[in-house]
């Protein structure tokens, strides 16, 4: 284990026995201020918050499940201009279609034996497996609806991203940028690329991820920089993250050749793809070297051999007085060449939450600890994650983890866990994480839930109401999210079995049970 855990609650029934060691099968790509430490459960026992909490649930409802006026989030991502200003007459804007329905009001509270009932027999399918644990929270009441295993911890798959997502944002809020700077080498003509933990960088426009920012626009300003003297050499900084490139837990065959992940370095291109274009089904096979290989792209940019290219450390910048005493025309070892951000936090999260990319999860989790000055590597990751949800009021407890994404069989996460940190986030009481659910796929309609809820025909009623995390691993089909019944209520779930034999009918069995809470209302 990567923390120190404390006695932990009692369980609400025994812990799994320890499952049998299996081969970690990829997972598949269908598929700030922080609060008072303290349980969440003890904020909404007082009948000032929960009368808080109920008036901005309704607002919370509109945000994650209101009308959608463009195309979903892609629009956003692709960064789209308004119109030139026109002296034509303005016209209405047509009605849009409604992807995703309006939560006008809550209506009756669901009751927790009617939910009981209602998903004991689903929950129970053969298809789940024997080892499966669950939670449901009406989300304005806090009140727990369904509890099975609940507070025991079982391997969460994906559904790890919804931390990864939470405590990034509570530790970097969501505008935060990563910057890839270029300085002045010690040696004249040596140019230092330092790899800023920005895993979206491009090479040029075309990018695997819109609106990135680019090697070639920064080679451009590092060739402005230089002026007459030539370049001669690149040395690529990786230092900002430290300790192992892979997690205990990973198959070597997750980075190639099914390149579901490449190896944590503090600068790549395109998530460290060979290619930068993401395939939906059957990998998308990485770099063995990410770093290096994107040295090589910058030093191409600015026609230095890639004989010439080596990893490194960038000298210190030079005090004022030293760079005053400097030569005019020369330049002082590590001198600021050129720098390039990414786009905000927030749209970093997107693009990991809908693609479940767990080299942009690893990548973001390091920001975590990067914002509690401790060492970026995956035990410092996930320390530091575990730490900052205790710092918002969480049960860090429930969490063991060996990595940020879940590509790890050893990771341990409680549906309780899960199901407070969407209610949290839902609640209102720290906006900036309300920015998550942008990001959460939606039933019927985008990222890994694109295509499910569709068969058999009841599951549609799900479309458009759901937006939640999925999970796939051998052996292990987990689902994570919100929704909004029919009667108006925010229930906050998590689903996940961990002794599945057929990933499909494990699928379309958790997407039943979540079909469910939508249709049945419960009251």
């Not at 024997?130 to 295993?149: G, I, N």
């Not at 940028?177 to 979206?200: F, M, Q, W």
């Not at 987990?478 to 996940?496: E, H, N, Q, Y």
Request: with cysteine.
């Amino acid at each position: 284990m990567n923390t120190a855990r404390p006695a932990a609650p009692a369980p609400v029934s025994p812990a799994r026995p320890a499952a049998a060691p299996e081969t970690v099968a990829a997972e598949q790509i269908e598929d700030g201020d922080d609060a008072a430490p303290g349980p969440i459960s003890s904020f909404f026992s007082s009948t000032k918050a929960a009368t808080l909490v109920l008036a901005v649930v309704v607002v919370f409802a509109v945000l994650v499940v209101g009308l959608v006026a463009r195309p979903g989030p892609i629009a956003g991502w692709l960064g789209e201009e308004s119109a030139a200003p026109t002296h034509a007459p303005i016209t209405p804007d047509p009605t849009p279609t409604p992807v995703l329905a309006a939560a006008a009001a809550q209506g009756r509270p669901p009751s927790a034996a009617a939910v009981k009932e209602a998903l004991d027999p689903l929950i129970g399918a053969s298809a789940l497996g024997d080892k499966v644990h669950a939670s449901v929270v009406d989300v304005a009441s806090q009140e727990l609806l369904y509890s099975r295993l609940a507070e025991v911890p079982t391997t969460p798959a994906s559904t790890t991203k919804l931390l990864t997502a939470v405590t990034a944002l509570a530790a970097r809020g969501p505008a935060y940028r990563l910057a890839t700077r270029v300085v002045a080498g010690r040696k004249p003509g040596e140019v230092v690329i330092i790899g800023g933990g920005d895993p979206t960088l491009a090479i040029n426009a075309k990018g695997q991820f819109p609106g990135a920012a680019r090697l070639d626009k920064l080679a451009a300003q590092v060739k402005k920089a230089m002026g007459s003297t030539p370049i001669t050499r690149v040395t690529v900084d990786i230092s900002l993250f430290t300790g192992p490139e892979t997690a205990k837990g990973w198959d070597s065959e997750d980075i190639s050749p099914l390149g579901q992940v490449a190896r944590i370095q503090a600068l790549m291109t395109n998530a460290g793809r060979i290619t930068p274009v993401h395939n939906e089904h059957g990998g998308d096979p990485r770099f063995s070297d990410p770093a290096l290989a994107a040295g090589r792209a910058f030093a191409n940019l600015l026609d230095v051999p890639s004989e010439q290219v080596a990893k490194g450390k960038a000298p210190a910048a030079q005090d004022a007085s030293a760079a005053a005493s400097a030569p005019a025309a020369g330049l002082t070892p590590g001198q600021e060449l050129g720098k390039v951000e990414s786009p905000p936090l927030v749209q970093i999260l997107d693009w990991m939450l809908q693609q479940s990319d767990n080299t942009l999860a690893e990548a973001v989790g390091r920001q975590v600890a990067l914002a509690a000055g401790v060492e970026a590597s995956f035990d410092g990751t996930a320390d530091a994650m575990v730490q900052k949800l205790r710092d918002l009021g969480l049960n860090g407890d429930e969490a063991d983890l060996y990595d940020a994404s879940g590509l790890s069989r050893f990771d341990g996460i409680s549906p309780a866990l899960l199901v407070q940190t969407l209610s949290l986030a839902a609640s209102g009481l720290k906006p900036e994480l309300s920015a998550m659910f942008d990001g959460l796929p939606v039933a019927g309609w985008s990222g890994t839930l694109r295509t499910r809820f569709v068969t058999p025909s009841p599951n549609r009623t799900a479309q458009g109401v759901v937006r939640a995390k999925t999970g796939t691993l051998s052996g292990v089909n987990t689902l994570a999210g919100v929704l909004v019944t029919k009667d108006g209520r925010v229930l906050a779930f998590a689903l996940m079995a961990s002794a599945t034999s057929d990933a499909g009918a494990a699928k379309s069995a958790l997407d039943k049970v979540v079909a469910k809470l939508v249709a049945c209302g419960c009251a």
